[in-house]
C-alpha cells in the first residue's frame, strides 16, 4: 500500500486496521475520505496522501483518559526538543469544583522556541470532548498554545480547565 492508500492492485483502496497506522474508528473514518478521493482521481498527481496530523485517541474509562502528540517521556527521549509543561486541575476550576472530580487534570507539552503545540493529555470528566479545542488548533496550522490561551472560555464551563493550563505556560 502506498500514501494514497492503494494497495499493489491499482484502483483497490485499503482503510483501518488493515493499514496497521492506528487502530481507531475515527482514523479508519478520515481514511475513508481519502479513499474515496484517490480511487476517482483521474491522474495519479491527483490524488492526495492522508494527513494524520493531530491523531487523537481516548479511553472511556472512568475517569476518562484522551491524548493527542508527543506524551512527555516521548520528548525526554527525544533529547533534542526542548519543551515546556503545564497541569491544571479540575478541581481549582468552577466546575471541576462542582462535579468535585479531584482527579482530573490537563497537560500540555509545548515547544520552548515556537510555542507549537507538541502534546496534550487530559485525564477525568469528559476528556474525550475537551481535547476536541486542541485538535482544532493543532489540525487548523495556528497551532500554537496561544490560539488555545487567547480563547475565551466560559466561567463555570468544564472547558476552561484547557484554557487553564494553556495560559499557565
Same mark, same amino acid.
Given at each position: ?20 497506522? *492506528? #487502530?481507531?474508528? $475515527? ?5 475513508? =475520505?481519502?479513499?474515496? $478521493? ?13 494527513? *494524520? ?10 475517569? #476518562?483518559?484522551?491524548?493527542?502528540? *508527543?506524551?512527555? =517521556? #516521548?520528548?525526554?527521549? #527525544? ?8 497541569? @491544571?486541575? *479540575?478541581? !481549582? ?17 509545548? !515547544? ?13 470528566? !469528559?476528556?474525550?470532548?475537551?481535547? @476536541? ?21 466560559? @466561567? ?14
Amino acid at each position: 500500500m502506498d500514501e494514497n492508500l492503494e494497495t499493489t492492485t491499482p484502483g483497490i483502496f485499503a482503510i483501518g486496521d488493515v493499514i496497521g497506522k *492506528y #487502530q481507531f474508528k $475515527h482514523s479508519a473514518t478520515l481514511e475513508a =475520505q481519502y479513499a474515496y $478521493h484517490n480511487s476517482f482521481a483521474k491522474k495519479n498527481e491527483e490524488k492526495i496522501s492522508v494527513d *494524520y496530523t493531530a491523531m487523537p485517541h481516548a479511553i472511556f474509562s472512568s475517569p #476518562q483518559v484522551a491524548g493527542v502528540g *508527543y506524551t512527555e =517521556q #516521548q520528548l525526554k527521549e #527525544q533529547k533534542n526538543i526542548k519543551y515546556l509543561k503545564s497541569i @491544571h486541575h *479540575y478541581i !481549582d476550576t468552577g466546575m471541576g469544583l462542582a462535579i468535585d472530580d479531584k482527579e482530573g487534570f490537563v497537560k500540555f507539552l509545548v !515547544d520552548k522556541e515556537n510555542r507549537k503545540i507538541l502534546g496534550c493529555h487530559i485525564l477525568g470528566t !469528559d476528556a474525550s470532548t475537551l481535547i @476536541h479545542e486542541v485538535l482544532v488548533s493543532m489540525r487548523s496550522g495556528n497551532d500554537t498554545i496561544d490560539s488555545i490561551s487567547n480563547t475565551i472560555h466560559i @466561567h463555570p464551563a468544564l472547558s476552561e480547565v484547557v484554557g487553564r493550563a494553556a495560559s499557565n505556560i
